[in-house]
């Protein structure tokens, strides 16, 4: 018979096809493909996070700019009406006004200006002399109105100016009906912070001064005033004032387009909020924050500050700490985490006042683009790899036909092999196959009639070893006085049983047990009593116990009982009955009692030692309490 190998064979039949090269080649390709894209992405990254910095602190500085010189025009202006009107006091008394003006009293005493005659209103306030020198003085100050009118009218952030005098009346522009109304007829104006902030007290430099954030009387809501002095030498006649409602703010400031979809609020350096636009309330679920709802017939009869320290801005502590780093001029990190979303932060400091702007941007805003290429590269892999998945299927009914031809060359030689394995071991016969003709195939069967004949001495070998461990690994598992399992045995099961409980959410509660006293039982009876001692209460727990429970020695007199699928409440129930037990037992002279500590298994537990640590905190409290109970 002419014989042929089995190297011949494959050459002729399967080395012709390129399956291994193919696939290796496109397999190269896939994973450049992928690996090329993803150093793309990451540079395209790093290109983003840079150009969001430059950026939106580009937009940063516009913003302060912007209020650093809307701010600055208020003060020019203020400074200008400040010269206007000292001067306009210094010679108020040869100043004439021929137009006369309607005022009358109100029923409860205070005296107003009744007719809107395109000017200011005011009112005079019950607690004010009113004598003819200082009517004189009201109707003279309606020259004062112009000015007034034209600071409102011509800047926008401006909605109210007015002049407060010492003698308890306010010039107020725009003209509000009624406006004896806004405030307890019987106040006094120095009550009022804006007042008081221009006094020779606060502002002994006689300069125009901003306020904090507070209610407005008028109703305006949220507001901050400058503020400048009137003088008439060494005498305060008054305080002249412009109202910037924070609404104003927001939309003069706050509403510029921030790019990727930024936003930004104001904090002063108490860390109180002063304005911040509605996607920053959106993101940190902010309500009522700008408006103030007013009650019907309302009266502020004191100054009332906002303070927003305490607002859920602030309940995030990484964005606290940030915060309080930028106002304390120390280095701080440029990002801080809600919940899933990361931020970017802008900050900067206003000129004007003592507060900052800080800009937020969420950093999926940022990496939206390069996500979204990478989704459209993702995609176009899978088509490549479902490509490639047809294609080797298709290839593979080719190569599975020509394997069938192969597998006829082969396959009666094998099929004899194949039955004499199905009964190797099971039969104490001799088994011998006959040859074939294929080198390979002959070879084989002359190493198989030599295997069968060493096979039931390396089984017999290999029962008696494996019979040899499982006895020893249950010596090393178990203690060798109370055949309870040990600390090896818990701190090996532990790890594992962790894992099911994390997936399964389940539960665990475990009791520290340990014998009151049992030194001086070794000391009086004797270390033998001592061990009747330790395999009496091993005794008892295990009679009181699940079956899926069970007891862990983990040392001395101190014992573990794990409880899986228990909660704290049933591990004290069962820590009860084997107190009682104990108790009830006798044992003449081995009389003896336990403490129990106990402690249920949370998601912050690491491993079993979490656990222990916290039954032994309990058992210690059972042991100081007096012993012979429950913690």
Request: with cysteine.
């Amino acid at each position: 018979m002419k014989k042929t190998t089995l190297k011949e064979i494959i050459y002729k039949n399967y080395l012709k096809t390129t399956l291994s090269s193919i696939f290796f080649i496109e397999l190269v390709l896939l994973i450049l493909y992928f690996y090329a894209n993803n150093n793309i992405l990451e540079k395209s990254k790093n290109l983003v996070l840079k150009d969001v910095k430059q950026s939106v602190n580009e937009r940063v500085m516009f913003i302060k700019n912007d209020i650093n010189n809307s701010f600055k025009n208020i003060e020019t202006n203020l400074k200008y009406l400040q010269n206007e009107q000292q001067n306009f006091f210094k010679e108020i008394n040869n100043i004439k006004n021929n137009n006369n003006v309607e005022f009358k009293y109100t029923p409860n005493g205070a005296y107003y200006k009744s007719i809107d005659n395109g000017g200011s209103s005011v009112w005079v306030r019950k607690t004010a002399t009113l004598i003819n020198k200082l009517k004189t003085e009201v109707n003279k100050t309606e020259l004062l109105d112009d000015n007034l009118k034209t600071s409102v009218v011509n800047n926008s952030l401006v909605v109210a100016a007015y002049y407060n005098s010492r003698h308890n009346y306010t010039r107020y522009y725009p003209f509000i009906k009624n406006a004896y109304n806004l405030m307890p007829y019987d106040s006094k104006i120095e009550d009022y912070t804006f007042y008081f902030n221009a006094d020779l007290k606060h502002n002994p430099q006689k300069k125009v001064v901003w306020t904090d954030v507070y209610l407005d009387p008028a109703g305006l809501g949220w507001m901050i005033s400058a503020l400048v002095p009137i003088y008439k030498g060494d005498i305060l006649e008054g305080v002249t004032g412009f109202d910037v409602t924070i609404n104003k703010i927001i939309e003069n400031f706050l509403n510029f387009k921030i790019p990727y979809n930024g936003s930004t609020f104001l904090i002063d350096k108490d860390l109180n909020i002063i304005a911040m636009d509605e996607k920053i309330k959106d993101d940190f679920k902010i309500e009522n924050f700008n408006d103030y709802k007013y009650s019907k017939n309302e009266k502020i009869l004191h100054t009332i500050f906002r303070n927003e320290k305490e607002s859920l801005l602030f309940k995030n502590k990484d964005l606290c700490h940030i915060l309080e780093n930028i106002i304390a001029n120390k280095d701080y990190k440029y990002e801080f985490k809600k919940g899933d979303d990361k931020y970017f932060i802008f900050p900067n400091k206003v000129d004007k006042l003592p507060w900052y702007t800080i800009t937020l941007v969420k950093e999926s805003n940022v990496l939206k683009g390069v996500e979204n290429i990478k989704e459209e590269y993702i995609h176009l892999g899978i088509i490549i790899i479902v490509f490639i998945v047809i294609f080797y299927f298709l290839f593979f009914i080719y190569l599975y036909k020509k394997a069938n031809d192969f597998v006829l060359l082969v396959n009666s030689p094998i099929l004899k092999i194949i039955n004499m394995t199905k009964f190797l071991g099971s039969k104490k016969t001799e088994v011998s196959l006959e040859n074939c003709g294929i080198v390979e195939i002959d070879k084989l069967s002359e190493n198989f009639n030599n295997l069968a004949k060493e096979l039931d001495i390396r089984t017999k070998e290999l029962i008696n070893a494996e019979a040899s461990r499982a006895f020893h690994e249950k010596l090393s598992n178990t203690d060798a006085l109370t055949k309870v399992y040990n600390r090896r045995f818990l701190e090996d099961f532990s790890k594992k049983y962790f894992e099911i409980i994390k997936r399964e959410k389940t539960t665990l509660s475990i009791l520290i047990v340990d014998i009151d006293n049992f030194k001086i039982i070794n000391d009086n009876y004797g270390h033998e009593a001592g061990d009747e001692v330790l395999l009496k209460l091993v005794e008892i727990m295990q009679n009181k116990i699940r079956e899926n429970d069970f007891v862990v020695r983990l040392g001395g007199d101190e014992f573990l009982v794990l409880l899986p699928n228990s909660n704290i409440i049933g591990a004290k129930i069962v820590a009860e009955k084997l107190i009682k037990s104990i108790c009830e037992s006798k044992n003449d002279y081995k009389r003896f009692t336990v403490s129990i500590g106990s402690a249920e298994y949370n998601f912050e537990d690491k491993d079993i030692n979490c656990l222990i640590r916290r039954a032994d905190e309990e058992l210690y409290k059972a042991k100081k309490s007096g012993k012979n109970q429950l913690s």
